[in-house]
Antibody, heavy 122, light 111 residues
Framework: QLQLQESGPGLVKPSETLSLTCTVSGDSISSGDYYWGWIRQPPGKGLEWIAN???????YSNPSLKSRVTISVDTSKNHFSLQLSSVTAADTAVYYC??????????????WGQGTLVTVSS | QSVLTQTPSVSAAPGQKVTISCSGSSSNFGNKYVSWYQKVPGTAPKLLIYENNKRPSGIPDRFSGSKSGTSATLDITGLQTGDEADYYC????????????FGGGTKLTVL
């Protein structure tokens, strides 16, 4: 059974960098058939896609966040990570990691982590 | 403002049917599949529909999806109180070098 688990600090100071890791179990992140992504939900708001990465390092990012986002993959640890720089209170959200099958015709997120709340506050 | 437009809220009584709509454009719905997600507060989103109208294993056939042109719909029949949640559509958008987009979400209230 595939499982994804987010980890990282729950509190980040303004202007600092938010760092999260998603550990994948039950499947190899190097299988090649999937992208691995980050999605967030600010309190009281909707879902917002942040970025995706393939184990080959092919990646996509939300244009509105691209300048602040770094997404990376570590196949030896079977996990992928997100860094979001220069955070503000607007980055306070529940952050989810998820799996996305590769498809040229449009894909979807089929497995999700439970989510982790990150609060930006001094 | 979301690239995909959803009605903010819908409501219906238990046992009835509700339709949730999602409107896009040629850069996304034009040649891409749509998927639907159920989001209950405090839990992770759950995939309900993928590739416009397919259900993952374990999703009851009360949930169905369709897509026509630049619009998609999620139908839920035989409403249950446990269906009360937020519902999001999502797809890949070819604009700006490619990005995944979600609709703004529709809150379903089961009266």
């Amino acid at each position: 059974q595939l499982q994804l688990q987010e980890s990282g600090p729950g509190l980040v100071k303004p202007s600092e960098t938010l760092s999260l890791t998603c550990t994948v179990s039950g499947d190899s992140i190097s299988s090649g058939d999937y992208y691995w992504g980050w999605i967030r939900q600010p309190p009281g708001k909707g879902l917002e896609w942040i970025a995706n990465i393939h184990y080959s390092a092919s990646r996509y990012s939300n244009p509105s966040l691209k300048s602040r986002v770094t997404i990376s993959v570590d196949t030896s640890k079977n996990h992928f990570s997100l860094q979001l720089s220069s955070v503000t209170a607007a980055d306070t959200a529940v952050y989810y990691c998820a799996r996305q099958p590769r498809s040229s015709s449009g894909t979807y997120f089929d497995y999700w982590g439970q989510g982790t709340l990150v609060t930006v506050s001094s | 403002q979301s690239v995909l437009t959803q009605t903010p809220s819908v409501s219906a009584a238990p046992g009835q049917k509700v339709t949730i709509s999602c409107s896009g454009s040629s850069s996304n719905f034009g040649n891409k599949y749509v998927s639907w997600y159920q989001k209950v507060p405090g839990t992770a989103p759950k995939l309900l529909i993928y590739e416009n109208n397919k259900r993952p294993s374990g999703i009851p056939d009360r949930f169905s999806g369709s897509k026509s042109g630049t619009s998609a719909t999620l139908d839920i029949t035989g409403l249950q109180t446990g269906d009360e949640a937020d519902y999001y559509c999502g797809t890949w958008d070819n604009s700006l070098s490619g990005q995944w987009v979600f609709g703004g979400g529709t809150k379903l209230t089961v009266l």
